[in-house]
């Protein structure tokens, strides 16, 4: 989330002119009816740029407003109970945060697996011990499922989180509540490619 409503269309605007591959709306502690509204009026500008647009944890939301699919957690909905509801062609990432949870029998109906925080966050607050690039890609050799990588991502570290051969990074501060979150955005694609082994 990136503030309010106003801001949080901005900075999708802006994100989307800057080359992002997906967007997630996370707004913890929302209530269901603002977060549809807000949902409604992302959707209204990722459908047309053709990326991907998912909601974390909230399924009654994704499927209210006809989301591309939700990100949950290892203590929200189960990832085959996510996928029977919103049905087999529905983007659906699960977070995972250690060798266990990489290795757990509901990560098979996942499209991609969440794995962080590599870095320190201050943007979630119950997040889990800091892996480090190292405990990221050791994390990563445990699975053949495409790993997102999140928590404390920036344009000067996210060099290193592409050298690891992840999939993808996800970040939250690094763009949202930036002065300029195109330049922003277009900074980090530029560092990502870089990094790329
Ligand atoms: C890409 C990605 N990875 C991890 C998370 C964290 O999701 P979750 O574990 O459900 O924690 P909350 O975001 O609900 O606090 C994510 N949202 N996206
Ligand atoms: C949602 C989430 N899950 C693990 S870390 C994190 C927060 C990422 O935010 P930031 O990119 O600001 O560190
Ligand atoms: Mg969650």
Redesign the pocket.
């Known amino acids: 989330m990136c503030g309010g409503e106003q801001g949080c269309i901005e900075t999708v605007k802006a994100a989307l002119q800057g080359g992002v591959a997906c967007i997630q709306l996370?707004a913890p502690g929302w209530k269901k009816r603002r977060l549809l509204e807000l949902a409604n009026a992302l959707l209204a500008l990722t459908r047309p740029a053709k990326v991907p647009f998912l909601l974390d944890d909230e399924v009654d939301v994704a499927l209210a407003c006809g989301a591309d699919g939700v990100h949950v957690g290892q203590r929200d909905l189960p990832v085959q109970t996510v996928r029977d509801l919103m049905g087999p062609g529905a983007l659906i990432g699960l977070?995972a945060s250690n060798s266990a949870q990489i290795q757990q029998a509901d990560v098979a109906a996942a499209d991609y697996l969440?794995v962080?925080?590599v870095f320190a966050?201050?943007?979630?607050t119950d997040?889990a011990p800091v892996l480090s690039p190292e405990g990221l890609a050791t994390l990563k050799a445990l699975t053949e499922k495409p790993i997102v990588a999140?928590?404390?991502?920036n344009h000067a570290n996210i060099g290193v989180v592409a050298a690891t051969g992840v999939s993808a990074a996800?970040?939250?501060?690094?763009i949202c509540g930036q002065p300029n979150p195109l330049a922003s955005t277009q900074q980090l694609a530029a560092a990502w490619q870089a990094g790329v082994k």
């Open positions: 996370r977070s969440g962080g925080p966050t201050q943007t979630k997040a999140i928590g404390g991502i996800a970040v939250v501060s690094a």
